[in-house]
Structure formats: structure tokens, C-alpha cells
């Protein structure tokens, strides 16, 4: 399985930014899909999910302005960020996984991850 995000650039704060997680080897439709984000000097964090049967997870952080969603035709699983912060800054990454759906904030247990996309917000 492969996976690469893709979307990500400048943007000022409160806009918005698009990024996409393609597949190929795979249909995200067998996994657990999630969205973590590293900050310059943090670790790596929990975004968002999506699950296989359709449901959706969101770190406190990200609720009411991020929303994932699922592309079965296109096979990828999208993150729409609005009203961006200057802390949203970060390399976004995705992962798939089939823990249980209680577990999916946890990195350790996803099995393949795309290499990051850089988002900045600029205040």
C-alpha cells in the first residue's frame, strides 16, 4: 500500500486549505484512515479519521472547523481545513489502519503512512 498527501502550501489565518491522501494498492474502504500533523519541535498529533464503515473522529483542536470525508471513485481521503490558525502550521501526514475504531487517535498502530504535506498559516 501507498499513500501520498498532497495539498498543502501558505495560506493566511482564517482561510482555508484542501488536502488529499491517495491510494493505490489499497481501498481506503478496507481501512481506518487518519490524519495526524507535526509541529516544528512537538510531536506528532492526532487530526482527524475516518473509518471504514464511515465514521469520523476529530481532535478538540480541529472540531467545528476540519472535515474529513472519503472519495470512494477518486479512492482518497480528504481534509478540508477551515478558518486555519497559525498553530494548524505543521507537516500534515496520513495513515491507514485497522485498529479499533476506539484506538484510531493512536500513530503506534497505524500500518502505512504517506509522506507529509507542509501546511502553513501565516497571522
Known amino acids: 500500500v501507498q499513500l501520498q498527501a498532497s495539498g498543502g502550501g501558505l495560506v493566511q489565518a482564517g482561510g482555508s486549505l484542501t488536502l488529499s491522501c491517495a491510494a493505490s494498492g489499497a481501498t481506503f474502504r478496507s481501512y481506518s484512515t487518519g490524519w495526524f500533523r507535526q509541529a516544528p519541535g512537538k510531536e506528532r498529533e492526532f487530526v482527524a479519521a475516518f473509518g471504514w464503515s464511515g465514521n469520523r473522529k476529530y481532535a478538540d483542536t480541529v472540531k467545528g472547523r476540519f472535515i474529513i470525508s472519503r472519495d470512494n471513485a477518486k479512492n482518497t481521503v480528504n481534509l478540508q481545513m477551515n478558518s486555519l490558525k497559525p498553530e494548524d502550521t505543521a507537516v500534515y501526514s496520513c495513515?491507514?489502519?485497522?485498529?479499533?475504531?476506539?484506538?484510531?487517535?493512536?500513530?503506534?498502530?497505524?500500518?502505512?503512512w504517506g509522506q507529509g504535506t507542509l501546511v502553513t498559516v501565516s497571522s
Open positions: 495513515g491507514v489502519t485497522t485498529m479499533i475504531w476506539g484506538r484510531v487517535h493512536q500513530e503506534n498502530g497505524y500500518r502505512y
